[in-house]
């Protein structure tokens, strides 16, 4: 059917974009090499035919096939993928610009620790989301926007060119070689949803936000601003103003944003230490408070609560 389907398309006129989407029933009983060969027929297809721009989005496991990831004319590549992506060698795609990974990638017959990325000379925007490799390097040289929603525990970050970071996790990232000297925007989730960290946890956060201190727009959520930073707090045993000076010396605007835990309550000590004697524009979402109470582990009733006293900070 695909390849009837393929054979009644003009063979003289190239693909632009290539977009496949597979999404088999869990009652149904379809072997996974026959959905990789039509995979494969329609990948190649596309490749054939000079295609820049590849969406793939299955709820099944699937091998991408060689000639694919070496493709030369592909500049944009989205896989989302309910399961394991296999992938048979190093990723070589030199003119690729954008890649979105909503799966977990598994690099057949090389150690999972490789780099993935550093065969992608071109890449500029990376967004990854969900699990992957211990120790995951990446390294690219042109990437301007990083975008991580993930668990995964990285092992170095070089990307001399990168302005723009997301990162979103439930714990601080463990990553200690980090290159960011051109680094403008970032933005920071870190949802734990516990309110106490263990010490090895607060190192993690501490570091991570040294390392953004070329930063000068800086989003923070309120999430973030409240559990971990109050952690920081308790861990330094009194106010931030006895830690160390400002993780953004040179942050010129700093966004406070809503999280995912209902929090409406900024600590006063938390946005001083990330302030200090700094002049720089401050915006708050609507009915957001900020309160002077130090961080209480005992009394601790941040999450869903419903204060009627709330005010703006404009």
Known sequence: MVSRCLSNRDSAAAVHDFHLSIDVPSYCNVDDEFLDEIVEECVLYAINHDVQSVRVHTNRSLTLPVAFISCKTLRELDLRQSFLVSVLGRLSLPNLKTLYLKTELCFQGNDNEMEPFSS?????????IGSFAYGLVIKAPKLRVLEITSRSVLKEIYTPLLTSLRYESNLAWECANVSLPMLEHVYLDIHESRPWYNYRHHIHFVKMLRQFESATTVSLTLDTLRVPFANVLEY?????????????????CLKVIEGRHGIRKVFEGVLNYLMGTLYCEVEFPHAVIVVEQIFDIDNYEEYGESDSNYSDND
Request: proline share 27%; net charge negative.
């Open 120 to 128: 992608l000379p071109e890449l500029e925007k990376l967004t990854l």
């Open 236 to 252: 330094n045993g009194g106010p931030f103003e006895q830690t160390p000076p400002p993780p953004f010396p040179n942050m010129k």
